[in-house]
């Protein structure tokens, strides 16, 4: 065991302001750094709708064959930032379930229609040989394959 | 459940921990514990998540709770073993900084802080941000899927999210969703938690042996307090459990330097590696940097250790990137031609330069900047000498290293640059930020080396 710590020691002043300044800056910038996050948490709350997402796909993923591909269909263009975040917030709330472009991959029985505002839903089926199955609501649209 | 799966995962990583290293007798006693503890934790979710990832592989998963169970009674049994064989690292007490007590307030104040704000951001935004939901826990759920759906997670298809990133932390959030039978936001964000808190007692605890108990407090403070840093916490990206395994390594080397007799800790500096490329591939650059360091620095013979340690990561890295990982553009910009050509540009060198000073501005506000605090502490603790700073060479080549890799991945990207620089370099940096202070505060003067010892002590000193 090495040896007990001397007992007394004394330091200069301007080492101990200095220990003292850092902590206080660092105390103030947890501070300045709290209520930035505090006023940036109240006006970004869930911005990509990533909950909302989950509740809309909910009744959708109670209706396919668990674990399978599914194909993916929408009215927002994926290759759009908006595109984009609509598909990854709805690849997020099927998977385990994969979702595939249903135009580029053809490796799948069942896709996903995910509409950001009301349509014919079935005719937009059609053009992407799919057979409307069910309407969730909400733009959630669930497709097959058409056979014919 | 979830919380018997980190439960579980501590457990392994302490006896692991308590394998891999020396028993601590240095004072102060806590600084050892507070690091063993700090190490057990990130070294805990590693191993298990890694575990995970092999037993999925071999398809095996479901077993995963006896596997990690035979694994605690090995280890406990090793642990046994070598407590009387192999002796303590001792060091030489010091003077103590009487106002310790007011920075760990300090830090105490701070660390409120931090757990209020991720409280907040956990409420509003429970599945973290963009790269949070769309890489890093959209694997894990696939992962977490078991035999049927884990390949999901590097299918070709998610070309847009990075399916050839490693899986260390998917890996392991999806350990938790199996073994607590559901995928709530509780593992990613106690993960997310977990990983900056201990990178932060590895800070504390590694600086108070290697250098003293007031330094760790205000490294842990910086750290603390550094926006950046403690911001990409809580948008649960996987940059901050690279920081904690960066970081482990680098004190771990650190300790290598200072106790030079034992092997110990390069083993385990090469295990914090190995995780760091398994987390993500930035990671696999700092080993290379790190043998490198050990080599120059520690002696031609030590980067066998190093390797030992990292072995089973790595070749979980080799064989992930060789066979199962699609064929993905790598960031760097392949074709010889196109990478000469960006790095002939004298443009995009300051492109790059301007982004990465920035950055480093934008970790702090000003009046609470982490460079005022270090500037502070330069002018009145003052740098050590040459002969002295030595001793931090295996340290700070791997952190400084980084940096120099960083401006070379960003230099010769072959995405649009000014997008690339908008969207990484401030993780980047976040990544070897705890690195970088642990490097930082090495180079000064302890506030404990500026005492004057009175009395008895002084008497006891000169009779010596």
Redesign the interface.
């Known amino acids: 065991m090495p040896d007990a710590a001397p007992s007394r020691a004394s330091f200069p002043v301007g080492v101990v302001l200095a220990a003292f300044a850092a902590g206080t800056i660092a105390v103030f910038g947890g501070l300045t750094s709290y209520n930035l996050t505090r006023a940036l948490n109240q006006q970004t709350k869930d911005p990509y709708d990533i909950r909302a997402t989950a509740e809309r796909m909910a009744p959708l993923l109670k209706r396919v064959p668990s674990n399978v591909t599914l194909g993916y269909i929408s009215d927002v263009r994926i290759d759009t930032d908006a595109g984009k975040a609509v598909y990854f917030a709805a690849q997020y709330a099927v998977a385990p379930h994969l979702l595939v472009d249903a135009g580029a991959s053809g490796a799948y029985e069942f896709a996903l229609g995910n509409f950001s505002q009301g349509q014919d839903y079935a005719a937009v089926g059609k053009a992407a040989g799919l057979a409307l199955v069910e309407n969730f609501d909400h733009g959630v649209i669930l497709y097959r394959k058409d056979r014919r | 459940m979830t919380i018997v799966a980190f439960l579980l995962a501590f457990a392994l990583g302490a006896l692991f921990v308590r394998c891999a290293l020396p028993e601590f007798?240095?004072?102060p006693r806590w600084a050892g514990w507070l690091l063993e503890l700090s190490l057990a934790a990130g070294f805990g979710m590693g191993l298990t998540g890694s575990l995970y990832f092999v037993l999925l592989w071999a398809g095996l998963a479901r077993y995963e709770l006896w596997f990690e169970l035979v694994a605690l009674a090995i280890l406990a049994v090793i642990v046994y073993r070598l407590r009387l064989r192999r002796p303590a690292v001792?060091?030489?007490?010091?003077?103590?900084?009487?106002?310790n007590w007011?920075?760990l307030l300090?830090?105490g104040?701070?660390g409120l802080?931090?757990a209020?704000?991720f409280y907040?951001?956990a409420?509003?935004?429970?599945?973290g941000e963009?790269d949070a939901?769309?890489i890093w826990?959209?694997r894990a759920?696939?992962l977490?899927?078991g035999e049927?759906?884990w390949r999901?997670a590097i299918?070709p298809?998610?070309d847009?999210?990075h399916p050839e990133y490693p899986l260390l932390l998917s890996g392991f959030i999806a350990r938790c969703w199996g073994i607590a039978g559901e995928t709530t936001s509780t593992a990613p964000l106690a993960a997310a938690w977990i990983f900056p808190a201990a990178a932060c007692g590895v800070l504390l605890g590694g600086l108070a042996i290697l250098r003293s108990v007031?330094m760790g407090?205000?490294a842990a403070?910086?750290l603390?307090?550094?926006?950046s840093y403690?911001?990409q916490s809580?948008a649960q990206y996987a940059d901050v459990p690279l920081s904690f395994y960066l970081v482990a390594a680098l004190v771990l080397l650190g300790c290598a330097e200072r106790f030079p007799e034992r092997a110990d800790f390069l083993v385990a500096a090469g295990a914090a590696a190995g995780m760091a490329a398994w987390t993500k591939n930035e990671g696999a650059a700092f080993f290379v940097l790190a043998l490198v360091g050990c080599g120059l620095f520690l002696g031609w013979r030590t980067p066998q250790w190093l390797v030992a340690g990292a072995a089973p990561f790595l070749i979980l890295f080799a064989v992930f990137k060789a066979g199962l990982a699609p064929r993905v553009d790598t960031v760097i910009a392949r074709d010889g031609g196109s990478f000469v050509s960006k790095l002939v540009e004298p443009g995009r060198y300051w492109q790059v330069f301007s982004a990465m000073v920035v950055d480093i501005w934008e970790t702090?506000?000003p009046?609470?900047?982490?460079l005022?605090?270090f500037l502070?502490?330069v002018?009145?603790?003052r740098f050590r000498t040459r002969v002295e700073l030595r001793s931090i060479r295996v340290v700070a080549l791997p952190a400084l290293g980084m940096m120099v890799a960083y401006f070379v991945a960003l230099l010769t990207t072959r995405d649009d640059l000014r997008w690339q620089l908008d969207t990484t370099s401030s993780r980047l940096l976040m990544q070897i930020w705890p690195g970088l202070i642990l490097a930082g505060l090495l180079t000064l003067k302890s506030?404990?080396e500026?005492?004057?010892?009175?009395?008895?002590?002084?008497k006891?000193?000169r009779s010596k």
């Not at chain 2, 001792?90 to 106002?99: C, D, I, K, L």
């Not at chain 2, 009046?367 to 982490?370: D, M, N």
């Not at chain 2, 500026?450 to 002084?458: F, N, Y």
């Open positions: 007798e240095t004072r001792e060091a030489p007490a010091g003077p103590t900084f009487s106002w007011l920075l300090m830090l104040v701070c802080l931090y209020l704000s907040e951001a409420a509003n935004n429970p599945q963009w939901w769309a826990n959209l759920k696939f977490a899927g049927a759906t999901n299918s298809l998610l847009r999210t007031s407090l205000v403070l910086i603390l307090t550094t926006g403690t911001g809580m702090g506000f009046a609470s900047h982490p005022l605090v502070i502490l002018i009145f603790l506030i404990e500026h005492a004057t010892i009175a009395g008895p002590a002084r006891k000193a």
